[in-house]
Structures are given as C-alpha cells and as structure tokens.
C-alpha cells in the first residue's frame, strides 16, 4: 500500500529510534534508492543531495532520455522513427555522473535543458524500444547499489525491488514555479509562469499516459508532498525514512 509521509510521525519516529536501530552499521550500507515524480517535484535536487549525504552515486535517468533525444536530432533523425532513436540509445557511450552529462564524447548537461529538448525527450521517451534499452543500461549503471536513481519508472520497473522508494510530488502551481525559477532550465529565463505551467501540464499528460511505463506511483513508494516545504526539510524527510527504512526482513 502507498505510504503518504507524515512529518511529524517521521519526526518522533527518529527521536524514538533506539540507538542500536540507527548504529547498525550494514543498515545505509549500498541500498538501492528510487526516486520518482513529475517535472519540477524536487526531485534533481533531492535525489543529488541525498546521494552526496549517504556518499552514493546519483543518476538521472531523465538526462539519459534527453541525451538520447540531443544525439538523435545532431544525427538528424526523425524523432517518431523509434527503431532510429533506439540504435542511438543502444550505441550511446554516457558519462554520467556528479552533474555530468556526456553522450558519445559530447558534455551536453547544459544543452539538454532546453525547451526543444524538453519536447524532444518526451517524444522520445514514449517509444518501447527506446525504454526497453535505457532501462537495460540503468540497471547495470544501479547494480550493486550504494546508488539514489531518479525518474518516472525506477520503483516500477528499472528497480522494482529497490530498498526505498520514494515519490516526490507538488501542486502543479509550485512545480511551475520552480521550474521557472530554475537556473538550470533556459525554458525558464524570460518566460511567462503561465507558459512555463502550459509546457509542464503538457509533459506531465504526456508522461501519465503514454502506454509503455507511464509515470506511477509504485504501490510500495512512500509519497512525499513538497509542496510549500523548503527543500532542505525535504531531504532531511528523505534521509529520514532511508534510515528508518524496514529492513529487508521485517518489510
Ligand atoms: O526528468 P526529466 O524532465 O529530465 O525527463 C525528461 C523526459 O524523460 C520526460 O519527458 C520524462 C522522461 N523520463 C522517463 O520517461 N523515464 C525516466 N525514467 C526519466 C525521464
């Protein structure tokens, strides 16, 4: 069943935790951590920071399927021909890592974070076959663990055995927002909120109903609402349900 985070629980479930519980030292030990959520939930920031707390790896898969759509139209292939794009995924050499975004020798971490872009990876990111070879290569990137993965389909399908699963949601409005004000994203420099809100609803309906993996909340995933509640009180909430994780056999 889908847990909703309850702040204060979480709060008087950390003051209460016996000491023992929290110095288990195998308990952070290379866990698989799946993030997942729609455009602007916080989930970059979130999944990033946390990583850099438990001294993990962080991958973005949604800058894969951008680095995909990038290569495709360089190569000037037309987007909807999914058998192309899908040799595009399955040749790609990716360098990804603390921010980095490198496709076949190319750094393009800025170059993706544009509104074609944003378009351009939805497009691409409908097409099974596409799916079919990034969720391969995200599975060997996360074997192993010790790993935080964010995007739309890791507790479902890329690691549906994943240690934590967490899904990050906000109110269309905050997520706007945020994007909006997100320095990263050129969509974001100059432009009404309104048509920032118009894109992200678009993606959004784009992502949920596409049939193969649409987004979805796992039915195991804790969902954590960040609407109105400051970033760094998210991840400390996040870090906070990792430790205080289940263990495998008490799960
Ligand atoms: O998270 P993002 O906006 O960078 O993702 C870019 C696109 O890729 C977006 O349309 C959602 C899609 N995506 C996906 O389908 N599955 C993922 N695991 C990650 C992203």
Do not use: C
Not at 111 to 118: G, M
Not at 217 to 225: N, S, Y
Not at 230 to 235: A, F, G, K, N
């Amino acid at each position: 069943m889908t847990r909703t985070l309850r702040r204060r629980r979480i709060a008087e479930d950390n003051s209460e935790m016996d000491d023992a519980r929290l110095e288990r030292p195998d308990r952070l030990d290379r866990l698989t951590i799946a993030i997942d959520g729609p455009s602007g939930a916080g989930k970059g920031t979130v999944a990033r920071a946390v990583a850099a707390r438990l001294g993990y790896r962080h991958i973005d898969t949604g800058a894969m399927y951008r680095a995909v759509a990038w290569k495709a139209r360089q190569e000037g292939i037309d987007l909807t021909d999914e058998s192309r794009v899908a040799a595009v995924a399955e040749r790609a050499v990716f360098d990804l890592g603390s921010g980095r975004v490198v496709i076949d020798g190319h750094d393009v971490a800025a170059a993706i974070r544009t509104p074609e872009i944003d378009r351009a990876a939805t497009t691409v990111a409908r097409h099974p076959a596409v799916r079919r070879v990034l969720v391969a290569r995200q599975h060997a990137l996360g074997e192993g663990g010790g790993v935080v993965m964010e995007g739309r389909d890791i507790g479902t399908v890329v690691f549906p055995d994943a240690d934590v699963k967490i899904y990050l949601d906000a109110s269309p409005e905050e997520r706007a927002r945020r994007r909006a004000s997100d320095p990263a994203h050129t969509s974001s420099k100059g432009a009404q909120l309104s048509d920032v809100a118009t894109a992200l609803a678009e993606r959004d309906r784009n992502d949920s109903t596409r049939a193969a993996s649409p987004l979805a909340i796992a039915p195991d995933a804790t969902v954590v609402d960040t609407t109105g509640v400051p970033i760094d009180v998210v991840i400390e909430d996040v870090l906070a349900l990792i430790r205080t994780r289940p263990m495998t056999d008490d799960r």
